[in-house]
């Protein structure tokens, strides 16, 4: 059919696809929070078929926007896939951020963009500051000398 599946690494390697203890597959989706089944199918991709025609074919996520400064402060920038230090995605698709305290997890909150708990993690440990630049220390033979 063309259709893009949504791939997964679970046991039937789609996306909200499961196998029954029948051996048939259960296709299902979550709308406004309760289950919805779609059909129970003979292989796997019948169901993943059927789960893409309900919600549409897989569309990779954009890369996340990160940006370096909001709300007047600078953020902690990271590699991670929100861009962000201690932040991360959750399941509802929320962004969570948290910092360790005394070696304990302390969560700072649940938010509706990375930006957001970014900027509330940046709030509660204080805002990115870039290194120091290298003091001179001497100079010798005309060259100034860094540590």
Known sequence: EGLRLHLSSSSTGYKNV???????????HSVDGRQDTIGTFATAVEAAVAYARKVGEYQPPAPPTVVAEAEGLRLHLSSSSTG?????????????AKHSVDGRQDTIGTFATAVEAAVAYAR??????PPAPPTVVAEAEGLRLHL
Request: proline share 0%.
């Open 18 to 28: 499961w196998r029954r203890a029948s051996g048939r597959f259960w296709a299902k």
């Open 84 to 96: 962000y230090k201690n932040v991360w995605r959750r399941a509802s698709g929320r962004f969570w």
């Open 124 to 129: 509660k440990v204080g805002e990115y500051q």
